[in-house]
């Protein structure tokens, strides 16, 4: 069974500049997540993807958003870097078309610098 | 806005001892999971609860939910160099997509042989 992984692992960007980062969903589980992690701070949900389609979103702009594909891996893109996106940005997988149970699994996370 | 508190922030204690961290909420939620996460990786599910008062025990980890299912506790009974880490608690909201989970800043543990 693979786990759920992440590229890149770190990157430095400069503002203004946009990023797409990627993400394999764990072996069986079509839903996605995105978080974003600041540093001392607990993740935030970005947003969620579900059978290719956009299925929730937290409290961040329209210069954040994703894509999912048909073998259920996921890309997030930031448009117009801010230093404040410096953060690690972590993708989670489940099992979905159930309730939320919670029990996500977490890629290590892309750490992303933006100067 | 449904917060997740955790205290303490920051616990340093030596090998042996035993801990409690806290997790509370003014927010009712349909279950609340607790996960840890080390440096330069993602955050691993440790366990979910579900059940208002229910208890769940994980070797030397005891995880309380309670009873209003607003909050909840994991205590630690003689703690190891290995246990250290960053604590998270999360909670998913009543109607919630999946894979949509609150959570709060995390208690960082640092245990010290």
């Known amino acids: 069974e693979t786990g759920v992984t992440q590229s890149p692992t770190h990157l430095i960007k400069t503002r203004g500049q946009q990023v797409t980062l990627r993400c394999s969903s764990q072996?069986?589980?079509?839903?996605v997540s995105w978080y974003q992690q600041a540093l001392g701070q607990g993740p935030q949900f970005i947003f969620q993807y579900y059978r290719e389609e956009e299925n929730g979103r937290g409290n961040f702009p329209p210069r954040f958003s994703g894509l999912q594909f048909p073998n259920y891996s996921s890309e997030l893109n930031v448009n117009a870097l801010e230093l404040d996106d410096s953060a690690l940005y972590l993708c989670?997988?489940?099992?979905?078309?159930?309730?939320?149970?919670?029990?996500?699994?977490f890629g290590e996370g892309s750490r992303l610098t933006v100067l | 806005t449904q917060l997740l508190e955790q205290s303490p922030q920051f616990l340093s204690i030596q090998e042996g001892e035993n801990l409690t961290v806290y997790c509370n909420s003014s927010?009712?939620?349909?279950?609340l999971q607790w996960y840890r996460q080390e440096p330069g990786e993602g955050p691993v599910l440790l366990v979910t609860?579900?059940?208002?008062?229910e208890v769940k025990k994980l070797k030397r980890l005891t995880f309380q939910f309670g009873d209003a299912r607003k909050d909840s506790s994991l205590h630690i009974t003689a703690a190891q160099p290995g246990d250290t880490g960053l604590y998270l608690c999360?909670?998913?909201?009543?109607?919630?997509?999946?894979?949509?989970?609150?959570f709060g800043k995390g208690t960082k543990l640092s245990v010290k042989p």
């Open positions: 609860v579900v059940t208002g008062g």
């Open positions: 989670a997988s489940c099992p979905g078309g159930g309730r939320n149970t919670g029990e996500l699994f």
């Open positions: 072996s069986g589980h079509n839903t």
């Open positions: 927010s009712v939620f349909s279950s």
């Open positions: 999360a909670g998913a909201r009543y109607g919630g997509s999946q894979g949509n989970l609150i």
